[in-house]
Nanobody, 125 residues
Framework: QVQLVESGGGLVQAGGSLRLSCAASGRTLTNYAMGWFRQAPGKEREFVARITWSGGSSYYADSVKGRFTISRDNAKNTVYLQMNSLKREDTAVYYC??????????????????WGQGTQVTVSS
């Protein structure tokens, strides 16, 4: 069983940066693709970014492309989301998720087996 814990959220001004971390415990993240999702107030949870288990391939939602970068350090069992040029519309609870032995359709939430509890990101103007 994998336990995921996000950290690094907080309050930041528009145009600023934050780096989210997702630390895994319970088992190694080898063979797990990892994703970041977010849920804004009054909205459904949506896909943000994903990365394959090797880190060789990543994919982003159009809304964050060019501003966010997903990465992973398998030795530390940790996944990161670097968020630059933040906008007010990036305000949300951010969740990381793990999908074991899954290689396609990783934008879909139902592909993921394990979820963290979320970390709040608030962007002020």
């Amino acid at each position: 069983q994998v336990q995921l814990v996000e950290s690094g959220g907080g309050l930041v001004q528009a145009g600023g940066s934050l780096r989210l971390s997702c630390a895994a415990s319970g088992r190694t993240l080898t063979n797990y693709a990892m994703g970041w999702f977010r849920q804004a107030p009054g909205k459904e949870r949506e896909f943000v970014a994903r990365i394959t288990w090797s880190g060789g391939s990543s994919y982003y939602a159009d809304s964050v492309k060019g501003r966010f970068t997903i990465s992973r350090d398998n030795a530390k069992n940790t996944v990161y989301l670097q968020m630059n040029s933040l906008k007010r519309e990036d305000t949300a609870v951010y969740y990381c998720a793990a999908a074991r032995f899954t290689y396609s359709d990783l934008q879909r939430q139902d592909k993921y087996d394990h979820w963290g509890q979320g970390t709040q990101v608030t962007v002020s103007s």
